[in-house]
């Protein structure tokens, strides 16, 4: 299994940046594709960002040129930076991690980032 923690959530004034970070522990070998969703009140839950095993990204066009997908291999962590915030980027942010070899997503617990007009 895989166990994902985030942390950086928090309110923000519109324009500012935070920075969210997804801990993933247990068989961190199996993952193939880790990344970012979030889910607004009311409203379906969508992806953000994303990075392959590979190295290759993928953005929502909602966050393109804002946000930014990393990862620190060394300590088993996914970044996700956010500049340039707006209040219509208020959600709760969940980190995910695609396993093939469990044949399944691992989700985190979210993380509430509030962006203030």
């Known amino acids: 299994q895989v166990q994902l923690v985030e942390s950086g959530g928090g309110l923000v004034q519109a324009g500012g940046s935070l920075r969210l970070s997804c801990a993933a522990s247990g068989s961190t070998f199996s993952v193939n594709g880790i990344g970012w969703y979030r889910q607004a009140p009311g409203k379906q839950r969508e992806l953000v960002a994303r990075l392959s095993s590979g190295g290759s990204t993928n953005y929502a066009d909602s966050v393109k040129g804002r946000f930014t997908i990393s990862r620190d291999n060394a300590k088993n962590t996914v970044y996700l930076q956010m500049n340039s915030l707006k209040p219509e980027d208020t959600a709760v942010y969940y980190c995910?991690?695609?396993?093939?070899?469990?044949?399944?997503?691992?989700w985190g617990q979210g993380t509430q980032v509030t962006v203030s007009s």
């Open positions: 995910y991690a695609r396993s093939s070899y469990f044949t399944r997503d691992f």
